[in-house]
């Protein structure tokens, strides 16, 4: 008499994992090797950077520097020989969150370091800035770009958090393309 294998029902929104993103801490300047290994297991990872000139006596050069030091994400479903192959990375740290489970990112934070990035626009490391203003951006390159804005050197600056690292990128827009945005918004996404 063969016996048949119960069948499983997703109830619970834990029983189905879905890919998320994922901010993970990496030994000091070790963000590109870890991108390389991440890059070679196959993991899906970002590693936002941007161009910088940095002079030596001799010489200048361009170089490539991460915009979040010390962090680089990943979309990984939430599950143990997934965080495994990350974490055994040489040069990570942890991924992070709190009491002992990660934290996901919001998805609308990522996609706009990236839509920024992509702009061409420049942009610099910025710091962490919870008060303000929420804004969007109403035209441009980056239409729909939510972030906060400050007032630097004269400037405006829109600024875009990403609020588990306590880290920020900032970017001059021009005031006339921006409009009040609830952040209510940024939460409800999380």
Same mark, same amino acid.
């Given at each position: 008499?063969?016996?048949?294998?119960?069948?499983?029902?997703?109830?619970?929104?834990?029983? &189905?994992?879905?890919?998320?993103?994922? %901010?993970?801490?990496?030994?000091? !300047?070790? @963000?590109?090797?870890?991108?390389?290994? /991440? *890059?070679?297991?196959?993991?899906?990872?970002?590693?936002?950077?941007?161009?910088?000139?940095?002079?030596?006596?001799?010489?200048?050069? &361009?170089?490539?520097?991460?915009?979040? %030091?010390?962090?680089?994400?990943? !979309?990984? @479903?939430?599950?143990?020989?997934?965080? /495994? *192959?990350?974490?055994?990375?040489?040069?990570?740290?942890?991924?992070?969150?709190?009491?002992?489970?990660?934290?996901?990112?919001?998805?609308?934070?990522?996609?706009?370091?990236?839509?920024?990035?992509?702009?061409?626009?420049?942009?610099?490391?910025?710091?962490?800035?919870? *008060?303000?203003?929420?804004?969007?951006?109403?035209?441009?390159?980056?239409?729909?770009?939510?972030?906060?804005?400050?007032?630097?050197?004269?400037?405006?600056?829109?600024?875009?958090?990403?609020?588990?690292?306590?880290?920020?990128?900032?970017?001059?827009?021009?005031?006339?393309?921006?409009?009040?945005?609830?952040?209510?918004?940024?939460?409800?996404?999380?």
């Amino acid at each position: 008499m063969l016996l048949e294998a119960p069948t499983l029902i997703a109830s619970s929104p834990k029983a &189905v994992n879905v890919a998320r993103w994922y %901010a993970v801490q990496t030994r000091s !300047r070790f @963000e590109k090797a870890v991108r390389s290994e /991440l *890059e070679w297991r196959g993991v899906e990872h970002f590693l936002a950077t941007f161009q910088e000139v940095h002079q030596w006596k001799d010489r200048k050069r &361009v170089v490539e520097t991460p915009l979040f %030091a010390g962090y680089i994400f990943v !979309r990984i @479903e939430d599950l143990s020989e997934k965080r /495994l *192959e990350v974490l055994t990375a040489h040069g990570v740290v942890r991924i992070l969150g709190a009491n002992g489970v990660i934290q996901p990112l919001p998805d609308g934070e990522i996609d706009s370091i990236r839509k920024l990035l992509a702009s061409g626009k420049p942009c610099s490391p910025h710091p962490f800035v919870r *008060e303000g203003a929420w804004v969007r951006v109403r035209r441009g390159p980056l239409t729909g770009v939510e972030g906060r804005l400050v007032g630097f050197k004269g400037q405006e600056r829109l600024v875009l958090s990403v609020d588990l690292l306590s880290r920020s990128v900032a970017t001059e827009v021009n005031t006339w393309d921006i409009e009040p945005a609830r952040e209510s918004r940024k939460i409800a996404e999380s």
